[in-house]
């Protein structure tokens, strides 16, 4: 529309001058020029979508956000920043993860051979005892 207007003006034609297919045409040419860019929009808000979910899952495989990687490195504005929050969010979540397993391992296995320690032992009696107590088969 505003190239009509321009073109418009360099031949001085006035606007209201203009024939009706030509300002149809521009209006056309306006929302399909909208549409794309909605439409890139929403391409990229669902990838960022996709990941949100995909850090929010316990069992997600926390490398797999190269989509992420690529909207960050292309990306400008406000969606640049959100594919940036998340990628140093998924650092952090890959941090806790790793410091968990590690807990994990320290408290239930020994750490020179690498073995189940007591304390994993006595959970898992405790729980097989605890199962065996609710199951509905007769024991004897």
Known sequence: ML????????????????PAWMVGAGLAVLLLMASLMAFRRHRQLMVIGDAILALAAPASDLTALASVEALAARARGPVSRLASA???????????????????????????????????????????????????????
């Open 86 to 140: 998340l990628l140093r969010w998924r650092e952090a979540e890959c941090r806790r993860r790793c410091a968990e397993r590690e807990v994990h391992r320290l408290a239930y296995y020994d750490t020179l051979t690498g073995l189940p320690n007591w304390r994993l032992m006595s959970e898992h009696l405790a729980n097989c005892r605890a199962t065996s107590f609710r199951s509905p088969r007769r024991r004897g």
């Open 3 to 18: 190239l009509l207007l321009v073109s418009a003006t360099l031949f001085g034609v006035g606007a209201w001058q203009l």
